[in-house]
C-alpha cells in the first residue's frame, strides 16, 4: 500500500497551489481519502476529506472556501486546489486512506490507515 504525495512548493501569500496524491489500485477502491499537515512544533491537523465517490467532502473551517479536494478514481488519484493561500498555510501536507471506510469522510489522525512521505508547501508573506 503506498501513497505518493506530490505538488509542493514556494508561493506568495494569496497565490494557489494544487497537490496530487497517487495511490494503489487496491488501496483506493477501499478507502476515503483524506488530507491532513503539520507546521513545525505543532501536531498533525487535518485538512479535507473526501468519500469514494466524491459525493462527501469535509474541511477543516480555516481552508474552507479557499481549498477544495476532490479524486479521479480511474486514475487513483486524490487532489487538493489550494486558492488565496496564507503563511499559516505553511507546513507539510499529508495524504492519508482511511481503509475500507468508502463513505466517511473522518478528520481523525488516528482513523487514518496510510499515510504518504508528505510535501512542504511554504507560503511567504
Known amino acids: 500500500v503506498q501513497l505518493q504525495a506530490s505538488g509542493g512548493g514556494l508561493v506568495q501569500a494569496g497565490g494557489s497551489l494544487r497537490l496530487s496524491c497517487a495511490a494503489s489500485a487496491r488501496t483506493f477502491s477501499s478507502c476515503g481519502m483524506g488530507w491532513f499537515r503539520q507546521a513545525p512544533g505543532k501536531e498533525r491537523e487535518f485538512v479535507a476529506a473526501i468519500s469514494w465517490s466524491g459525493a462527501r467532502t469535509n474541511y477543516a473551517d480555516s481552508v474552507k472556501g479557499r481549498f477544495t479536494i476532490s479524486r479521479d478514481n480511474a486514475k487513483n488519484t486524490v487532489s487538493l486546489q489550494m486558492n488565496s493561500l496564507k503563511p499559516e498555510d505553511t507546513a507539510v501536507y499529508y495524504c492519508?486512506?482511511?481503509?475500507?471506510?468508502?463513505?466517511?469522510?473522518?478528520?481523525?489522525?488516528?482513523?487514518?490507515?496510510?499515510w504518504g512521505q508528505g510535501t512542504l508547501v511554504t507560503v511567504s508573506s
Open positions: 492519508a486512506a482511511d481503509w475500507g471506510r468508502r463513505t466517511v469522510v473522518s478528520s481523525k489522525v488516528d482513523e487514518y490507515d496510510y
